[in-house]
């Protein structure tokens, strides 16, 4: 095994007030750390706890390929690797959600013989669970990265709750500002969840709180109305089931069970009128 070490780390999404402290000791302790986070406040923590800290945010540029970002942010952070350096990247987020230049970095060191882990965070959708109430063990949740889901033509169970990440994005592969949205990519999303979904069904577009002062922007809207909504890079649509799933008795008398007891249903999403969460002028 070589000398040089990489720890992935996650910031969480609320500041510093989501990191865990496992990731906070790896800060600490790296010779080299390496962050990609979303705001100010969480650089300056980062820095605190490691003076040495340096910022990814160079290698991207308005209008660069995201692939190119990407590679850039693993070939920076192999770099400092391979110099026999314990390394620490700081990713915002859940370092293993919806993060390619982490996976990938940690593949690589392996694959050149160095010790690579990926250490969990709190996610967007860690945030959504505990916001809107909804229990992700309870009828199953179905969850895609909004431009996969349709690319790789999945097909969305309407029994069950579905999480699409980054629809501001939908088809974007440049990087763009954080409040720039791609406006056809979601009308996109819009018309392919039709074929399963009434115009009618209530969706939530979510965004999880930066701050613990500030609170969680959600946004209930009729799916017919989603593609004229106000969505940014860091929303989040949360489509409800369209209805409750009744238990298999058979498979109830097999596992000798009784019947369950009728749950509530997870969020309570009352009919939106028109214009609500609609995009400001």
Request: glycine share 8%; hydrophobic share 40%.
């Amino acid at each position: 095994m070589r000398t040089g070490t990489l720890a992935i780390v996650g910031t969480g999404i609320k500041a510093a007030a989501h990191a865990t402290l496992e990731a906070q000791r790896h800060i600490e302790q790296a010779e080299s750390v390496l962050y990609l986070v979303a705001d100010l406040a969480v650089r300056r923590w980062i820095l605190q706890l490691n003076k040495a800290a340096v910022s990814l945010h160079t290698a991207f540029g308005m209008g660069k390929s995201r692939y190119d970002c990407y590679e850039a942010v693993v070939e920076r952070i192999l770099q400092e690797v391979r110099a026999g350096k314990r390394v620490c990247a700081a990713f915002y987020g859940h370092p293993g959600v919806a993060v390619y230049p982490s996976h990938e970095a940690v593949r690589r060191a392996r694959c050149e013989g160095y010790r690579a882990t990926l250490l969990p965070g709190i996610s967007a959708e860690d945030c959504l669970f505990a916001d809107l109430g909804v229990d992700p063990g309870h009828l199953g949740c179905q969850t895609f990265e909004a431009t996969e889901f349709l690319v790789y033509n999945h097909r969305a169970n309407p029994e069950i709750g579905l999480v699409l990440w980054q629809i501001g994005v939908v088809g974007e592969l440049r990087h763009i500002q954080p409040d720039s949205v791609c406006s056809e990519g979601i009308g996109v999303l819009q018309q392919v969840l039709l074929a399963t979904y009434s115009p009618d069904h209530v969706v939530v577009i979510y965004e999880a709180a930066q701050f613990p002062i500030v609170p969680p922007r959600v946004t209930k809207v009729q799916l017919a109305h989603l593609s004229e909504s106000r969505v940014s890079a860091f929303s989040t649509l949360y489509v409800p089931p369209v209805r409750s799933r009744e238990p298999d008795r058979h498979m109830l008398q097999r596992l000798k069970m009784q019947m369950p007891r009728p749950r509530p249903a997870n969020i309570k999403l009352e009919m939106i009128p028109n214009g609500t969460g609609a995009k400001r002028g």
